[in-house]
């Protein structure tokens, strides 16, 4: 079964430092979504790449916040410099096609920020 | 809000009986979908129904959607312990989807 990658699955990290967080998305699924979930907000969107253009980051602290596709197979999200309050577990998804396909989930990478 | 909000946020039953969650929305859709997630997980896409349709079946769930009340439902038929999860119902109004807070099904062995 073809399955979006997430790595790490866990991390914990001190004020200040970056993280990097990596998808691997779906071989031929070509958007890419990034959400945080939280217990206070829920799912929000951060940012989605469609054949690794990007079309919407207006969910993203542009600050701190860094989205990319360097290539078809990746997908990476950055925060510099990470604060206590980005703790979440940051989801990515991939989907073919458009609007009337279903989104495929990482698993996710929970991120702790002390 | 652009959310499917998602109602009852919590629900627990007993093995063996139905599960019914509801989901409101506020403007025209294309589709609506709904997820689970289980507990550390990534979210599970369920079941998709489109805007000119009106009832869905998949196994054990049967979602229905009615775009002139801007509502949907979704139905699991003899609930097990593993369908203990969070329910969600984005809806799609453009290019993208927008997840509510979903519904917290418990159900009790």
């Known amino acids: 079964d073809a399955r979006v990658t997430q790595t790490p699955r866990h991390k914990v990290t001190e004020m200040g430092q970056e993280v990097t967080m990596r998808c691997q998305p779906i071989l031929g699924h070509n958007t890419v979504f990034w959400y945080r979930q939280t217990m206070m907000q829920g799912l929000e969107l951060l940012a989605y790449?469609?054949?690794?253009?990007?079309?919407?980051d207006s969910g993203m602290p542009k600050d701190r916040f860094s989205a990319e596709m360097p290539d078809a197979t990746l997908a990476t999200l950055k925060i510099q410099p990470s604060e206590p309050r980005d703790s979440a577990v940051y989801f990515c998804?991939?989907?073919?096609?458009?609007?009337?396909?279903?989104?495929?989930f990482g698993n996710g990478t929970r991120l702790t920020v002390t | 809000s652009q959310q499917g909000e998602e109602d009852p946020q919590a629900l627990s039953i007993q093995e063996g009986e139905n599960a019914t969650m509801n989901c409101s929305y506020k403007?025209?859709?294309?589709?609506l979908q709904w997820y689970r997630q289980n507990s550390g997980r990534g979210l599970v896409h369920l079941i998709l129904i489109r805007s000119n349709e009106r009832e869905k079946h998949s196994g054990r769930l049967r979602v229905t959607l009615d775009t002139s009340k801007k509502s949907s439902s979704l139905l699991i038929t003899a609930s097990r312990a593993a369908d203990t999860a969070s329910y969600f119902c984005?809806?799609?109004?453009?290019?993208?989807?927008?997840f509510g807070g979903g519904t917290r099904l418990m159900v009790k062995p």
């Open positions: 790449f469609r054949n690794r253009a990007p079309l919407d």
């Open positions: 998804a991939s989907q073919k096609g458009l609007y009337n396909s279903p989104l495929h």
């Open positions: 984005p809806y799609n109004a453009g290019n993208m989807l927008t």
């Open positions: 403007t025209s859709i294309n589709n």
